[in-house]
């Protein structure tokens, strides 16, 4: 069993940073890709930002120059910075892994439960 959890979301005003953690555990062999989706009230799941267990990233153009990931290999943690936030950030952000388990060594695909950034004046 492997599980995904989030946090630090909450309700920030226009301009203003927030710092999303997802740390992984269970019986986990290796993880190769994280990364971080977001869906917004009424409009599907978009890909927001993820990182190779390499370390390199990719970025959605909208969050270009103001969002950063980063992942602690050591500790199956991922980190999303968002700075400069705009109203259009509004969604539940959700982190995801592409991993390794095992017994049976297996590869899957997991999903936190997702946590709420609210971008308001």
């Known amino acids: 069993q492997v599980q995904l959890v989030e946090s630090g979301g909450g309700l920030v005003q226009p301009g203003g940073s927030l710092r999303l953690s997802c740390a992984a555990s269970?019986?986990?062999?290796?993880?190769?890709?994280m990364g971080w989706y977001r869906q917004a009230p009424g409009k599907e799941r978009e890909l927001v930002a993820a990182?190779?267990?390499?370390?390199?990233?990719t970025y959605a153009e909208a969050v270009k120059g103001r969002f950063t990931i980063s992942r602690d290999n050591a500790e199956n943690t991922v980190y999303l910075e968002m700075n400069s936030l705009i109203p259009e950030a509004t969604a539940v952000y959700y982190c995801?892994?592409?991993?390794?388990?095992?017994?049976?060594?297996?590869?899957?695909?997991?999903w936190g439960p997702g946590t709420l950034v609210a971008v308001s004046s």
């Open positions: 269970g019986s986990i062999f290796s993880i190769n890709r």
């Open positions: 990182i190779t267990s390499g370390g390199t990233t």
């Open positions: 995801n892994a592409g991993l390794v388990i095992t017994n049976p060594y297996e590869y899957i695909e997991v």
